[in-house]
């Protein structure tokens, strides 16, 4: 999910953060996405992106797709996206924040290579459908295939053609539709008669945060290895070289990474994203988001960010602040409950 984040309460009431919590837990809900498209045509674009991000391009199936880092030389990450396979192009799926310097970055590395890089956002809408009943929903558009994560489709809808992706959310089931600008109005309205519920910003905020999904810039950032981030789906160890591998091959081979993005679970108030983290009174960690969650009992908080390994441990005692912390794996499993 590409979106800002907000931390604490917002312009939703807490009674329409609950509806739209118990829509995605037990129905299905939609939202408009602002991811951007790029498409990367010509005789050597496999061959050309698989040297520039951090997962297997070469091997990628058709109507597939994989999630990768592009890195600088020194294994830092530039950026993270996702990458298509749509038969005589790759399709590249990032946040529009991300889309500037990617494609100054890509232009600079097309030397002699025949590439061609077209940026395609303003051609699509972007729309997301999550939920227990999402693939119901679908249905009543018309769609009848059973995808797998990073699979994609296309059919033809009111006289035009639509592209569904199933995206790799660990914790509900989660597509994406690509729109043609003729057809997004009318196809947002079809999605709501179908019976998916808006779902607005801050509730997707934290439902990022319940599943474990970083955002570059803000848990991601250039400065960060991409071992670090724990996204290991970004890595593949058998692919050839590309920008950046000496360093990743390196930290594998040495195991040489000394902390891990984790979740945690909040006793007291929230804590603002660049907060440390303590044990004894010595820094060990950092979170980079926070957000609250609406349970029977009320909201609680729950956090994500940095931690040192030799803190994992569970039950260890960590504070933020006045507010006490433990650690907890992706996804917060016990918020994936129906009320």
């Known amino acids: 999910m590409h979106l800002a984040a907000t931390h604490g309460p917002g312009t939703v009431s807490k009674s329409q953060v609950r509806e739209e919590f118990d829509a995605l837990l037990s129905g299905c809900g939609t939202y408009p996405l602002g991811s951007a498209l790029v498409s990367v045509a010509g005789r050597d674009r496999v061959r050309w992106l698989n040297g520039m991000i951090s997962n297997n391009i070469r091997d990628l199936a058709p109507g597939h797709g994989v999630y990768g880092f592009v890195l600088n030389p020194q294994g830092h990450i530039q950026a993270d996206l996702y990458v298509f396979h749509d038969g005589e192009k790759l399709l590249i799926e990032i946040e529009r924040s991300q889309r500037d310097t990617v494609l100054s970055l890509f232009r600079r590395y097309i030397i002699m290579d025949k590439v ?26 018309a769609w009848r295939k059973q995808l797998e994560p990073l699979e994609f489709g296309r059919w033809f809808l009111n006289g035009g053609e639509l592209t569904v992706v199933r995206k790799d959310n660990q914790a509900i089931p989660s597509y994406e539709l690509w729109v043609p600008q003729e057809l997004a109005d009318q ?24 599943s474990g999904i970083p955002r570059f810039g803000q848990d991601i950032r250039n400065r960060d290895l991409p071992q670090e981030t724990g996204q290991d789906r970004a890595l593949n160890f058998n692919k050839g070289c590309y920008i950046g591998q000496e360093i990743v091959e390196r930290v594998r081979s040495r195991g040489s990474v000394h902390r891990a993005f984790v979740g945690f679970e909040v006793e007291g108030a929230g804590p603002e994203p660049g907060s440390k983290i303590q ?26 960010g940095y931690l040192r390994k ?5 039950g260890k005692e960590l504070r933020v602040g006045a507010s006490r912390i433990q650690v907890r794996s992706f996804p917060f499993r016990e918020f994936l409950v129906p009320g």
């Open 279 to 304: 044990s004894e009174g010595k820094d060990v960690g950092e979170i980079t988001t926070s957000t609250w969650v609406p349970t029977a009992e009320g909201e609680r908080a729950i956090a994500m």
């Open 187 to 210: 196809t947002w309205r079809a999605l709501e008669a179908s019976g998916a519920h808006t779902i607005h910003e801050e509730v997707l905020e934290s439902w990022r945060v319940i």
């Open 116 to 141: 061609e890089v077209e940026d395609s956002s303003d051609k699509f809408r972007i729309f997301g459908v999550a939920g227990r009943k999402a693939e119901q929903v679908l249905s009543t558009l």
């Open 310 to 314: 030799e803190f994992l441990e569970p």
